[in-house]
């Protein structure tokens, strides 16, 4: 039923409804086009319902095509978003599993992250194995999925309204040491997170020092905790942003692919809060999409595949032929090989829905390339004629978030927003609430359990 979480735990409340009603830019499609992309959330929806393992946690990727794998690695921040999609699932208007069921299901996860993994003043692993146990990886110890972890707790236990839930996603925030994980105090790096851990012990080598949608949300889970694992107020602005030129657009990170684009500002409302200095990261991100596909267009006459399709973003690509797919950091700066990741564009679905309508429209009719999966499009290649074997859980995640905030109304801003944390967080860092603007209120906040 519709509430609010419990007074008694400070860490869980909600805002109140908007006095004029949130922009509906879902009235703008056809009924046929929304019954599309509602169809692409329950696909995506549906990675996160097959792939939680015993323990709790979500698979880094699973076959999008053919058989299924029973074991896999498992992902920490695949694990955070599959938090909140197990909520999502369990509300209008998708309703896959009970509210009961989701709580289970989340508690699960939340538990084994605080009793089943190892922990470094807070900070989990990246991968795990799902059939050993087993930390697998470079980033033993990892700050940016530990951030996942912790807002896709936060954000279910607020969503479905379990005390129990509540008090265990607290738990795994509370235990964060943030302070700890900065780089030393100099000037030019004073407060930035560092990325992690290797098994040794000894920090990676580089820190989180760009501003754009990957490490926003990051920065303000960090500024929101209590006294003593707070990072510095001045973080925000140690934060640098990177300019570039992509097919005639200059905007921020503009070497980089479209996820940095979309991750975490599906999570915050930045057109409620403004940041103290530039850039203006919502407008960036529809800048950024415009560019991506702009410099697909561009390569037309290299490439086949963007006479038709685009979205340059980081994911598999076409390894050597007869040989496994590769992983590669696709982007406006390279490397471009006629490869278009399809469900990160469809995560722009907010900032140029005619286009990415459009992507969507030919990958379905394609008759050579079949696309689309159990779990929504893979990435294809026409110029070698490949279509990507899996979808990775991160990219599903971006396109749940998306589809939801999209479809209802900014519904994952909107919980997120309710959260004390990220509210002290925004207000640490110097923003400013917009008068103008008020966070839109939750469809549904607390579930009946």
């Not at 830019?25 to 329950?42: D, N």
């Not at 926003?216 to 929101?224: I, R, S």
């Not at 590669?328 to 490397?335: D, H, L, M, V």
């Amino acid at each position: 039923m519709p509430g609010t979480a419990p007074a008694t735990n400070p860490l869980f409340s909600h805002p109140g409804p908007r006095s004029t009603p949130p922009a509906a830019p879902r009235e703008t499609l056809t009924a046929a086009e929304l019954e599309l992309l509602r169809r692409l959330q329950h696909q995506a929806l549906s990675y996160f319902l097959d792939n939680q393992v015993p323990n709790g946690l979500i698979l880094d990727r699973q076959h999008n095509h053919g058989p299924r794998l029973a074991h896999g690695l498992c992902s920490t921040a695949a694990t955070g978003m599959g938090f909140i999609a197990l909520a999502l699932a369990a509300a209008p208007p998708y309703q896959l599993l009970s509210p009961r069921t989701a709580v289970l299901r989340v508690t699960a996860g939340v538990r084994s992250a605080l009793e089943g993994l190892p922990h470094d003043h807070g900070v989990v692993p990246h991968f795990i194995d799902s059939a050993t146990g087993e930390v697998v990886g470079v980033d033993y110890f990892s700050t940016i999925e530990t951030a996942w972890l912790v807002a896709g707790a936060l954000w279910a236990a607020a969503f479905l309204g379990d005390p129990h839930l509540e008090a265990l996603a607290e738990h795994l925030y509370r235990r964060v040491d943030w302070h700890y994980w900065t780089a030393p105090d100099q000037p030019d790096a004073r407060g930035l997170l560092r990325h992690g851990k290797r098994r040794d012990g000894s920090f990676l080598l580089c820190s989180w020092d760009r501003v754009n949608g990957e490490t926003a949300f990051m920065y303000v889970l960090a500024a929101g905790a209590a006294e003593g694992k707070e990072i510095p107020a001045e973080a925000w602005r140690t934060l640098r942003p990177f300019y570039g030129t992509v097919a005639g657009h200059r905007f921020n990170n503009a070497d980089l692919g479209l996820f940095v684009f979309q991750y975490g500002l599906d999570l915050l409302d930045l057109e409620a809060w403004r940041a103290p200095d530039d850039p203006d990261l919502p407008s960036e991100a529809k800048v950024a999409a415009q560019a991506n596909q702009a410099a697909c267009r561009e390569a037309a006459d290299r490439f086949a595949t963007y006479r038709r399709f685009w979205g340059l973003s980081a994911g598999d690509g076409p390894g050597r032929p007869g040989g496994p797919d590769v992983y590669r950091c696709y982007s406006p700066a390279g490397p471009i090989d006629g490869t278009a990741h399809l469900t990160a564009a469809l995560a722009s679905v907010a900032h140029c829905p005619a286009a990415v309508l459009q992507n969507l429209y030919e990958a379905l009719h394609d008759r050579q390339l079949p696309a689309r999966g159990r779990y929504g499009l893979s990435s294809v290649n026409v110029d070698c004629g490949w279509v990507a074997r899996d979808m990775v859980g991160i990219d599903a995640g971006a396109a749940v978030l998306a589809l939801d905030n999209y479809l209802m109304y900014g519904r994952v801003r909107a919980v997120f927003q309710g959260l004390p944390c990220v509210c002290r967080g925004l207000e640490r860092l110097g923003f400013t609430r917009d008068p103008a603007v008020t966070a839109d209120a939750p469809t549904t906040v607390r579930q009946a359990s």
